[in-house]
């Protein structure tokens, strides 16, 4: 059963903890990425990588970290530099390139409350 | 930059009536796609448009490319309460610039 899977799907963290958003993915996916969302508002891409090992800055880079070790694993880190952290996180994937007219599949989000 | 732009925001209609949101882009675009958010869920692909002047349907949806690739429609025939979400628009300059518009929120009254 192919599919996108973001755990958890509700975190709960004090201010000034660095926080982990898992997102794995089994469809073969060369590219993912990881978008924000706040309540009422668009998407905002995060960051994206193409490839294993390497990684872009997206819109709203700061503040966040990711890592790419694998092709089915694309972690995201909220650090305690991001100053408003409280979203929802969506993690995506694409079976080409970003730019190569490839939808993207969503998992179904985690949202984040710091407190 | 890409200056995107999605309107209306939001939209209330009686179960039955038609709605349509769009999508305008300072720049040219390659491709266009859209997406459908329910309440609480994630994005999920609709369909992508790619051709100057290009219209696809599905069912009771309608969506159009523009002549010039810089702005996009998406509309619905009579809507119904299973319609209910946000639908976004995700655009594409072919330079792996990729940009969702704000997205309208369209609510259905029975």
């Known amino acids: 059963d192919g599919g996108i899977t973001q755990s958890p799907k509700y975190l709960f963290r004090k201010e000034g903890q660095n926080v982990t958003l898992s997102c794995e993915q089994n469809l073969n996916h060369d590219a993912m990425y990881w978008y924000r969302q706040d309540p009422g508002q668009g998407l905002r891409l995060i960051y994206y990588?193409?490839?294993?090992?390497?990684?872009q800055k997206g819109d709203i880079a700061e503040g966040y970290s990711v890592s790419r070790e694998k092709k089915e694993s694309f972690p995201l880190t909220v650090t305690s530099a991001q100053k408003n952290p409280t979203a929802f996180y969506l993690c995506?994937?694409?079976?080409?390139?970003?730019?190569?007219?490839?939808?993207?599949?969503f998992g179904p989000g985690t949202r984040l409350t710091v407190l | 930059g890409q200056q995107v732009m999605q309107i209306p925001q939001y939209q209330h209609v009686q179960e039955g009536e038609d709605f349509t949101t769009y999508c305008n882009s300072s720049?040219?675009?390659?491709?266009i796609q859209w997406y459908k958010q329910r309440p609480g869920g994630h994005p999920v692909f609709l369909i992508q448009l790619v051709k100057s002047g290009e219209v696809k349907k599905q069912k009771r949806l309608t969506f159009q490319f523009g002549e010039a690739k810089k702005n996009s429609s998406l509309h619905i025939t009579a809507t119904q309460t299973t319609d209910v979400g946000t639908y976004f628009c995700l655009m594409d300059t072919g330079r792996r610039a990729l940009t969702f518009g704000s997205g309208t929120r369209l609510q259905v009254q029975p």
């Open positions: 995506a994937s694409s079976p080409g390139q970003p730019g190569s007219y490839n939808e993207q599949f």
């Open positions: 990588s193409q490839i294993v090992n390497d990684f």
């Open positions: 720049t040219t675009l390659s491709n």
